[in-house]
């Protein structure tokens, strides 16, 4: 069965970096997408980025290009979302979830009903 767990939140201050983990597991083909979603109390989870399993290819929500970045360490079955230069307003719970019938990603990646497969979630705090 397919589970992806994050971690590495944490509180932080304005201006600073963290690097989120999500352990992918369980996939029978390397046809899947993982994708970095937030959200806040009474908001709408946001896509915020995601990358092809099968040929790398990485999307960015405008809040974050240039800040964020994603990437992935097939040997140890990982994603990863650099953070930088965060700012209050990336306050959030951050979850990654896995699809495994990815399809015109480049349109439909920034959609939660996408993904078939959640994590439980990690609290990224960006304090001024």
């Known amino acids: 069965e397919v589970q992806v767990v994050e971690s590495g939140g944490g509180l932080v201050q304005s201006g600073s970096s963290l690097r989120l983990s999500c352990a992918a597991s369980g996939f029978t083909s390397d046809d899947y997408a993982i994708g970095w979603f937030r959200q806040a109390p009474h908001k709408e989870r946001e896509g915020i980025s995601c990358i092809s399993a099968s040929d790398g290819s990485t999307y960015y929500a405008d809040s974050v290009k240039g800040r964020f970045t994603i990437s992935s360490d097939n040997a140890k079955n990982t994603i990863y979302l650099e953070m930088n230069s965060l700012k209050p307003e990336d306050t959030d719970v951050y979850y990654c979830?896995?699809?495994?019938?990815?399809?015109?990603?480049?349109?439909?990646?920034?959609?939660?009903?996408?993904?078939?497969?959640w994590g439980q979630g990690t609290q990224v705090t960006v304090s001024s």
């Open positions: 979830a896995a699809d495994v019938r990815p399809r015109l990603l480049l349109k439909l990646w920034v959609h939660p009903w996408e993904y078939d497969y």
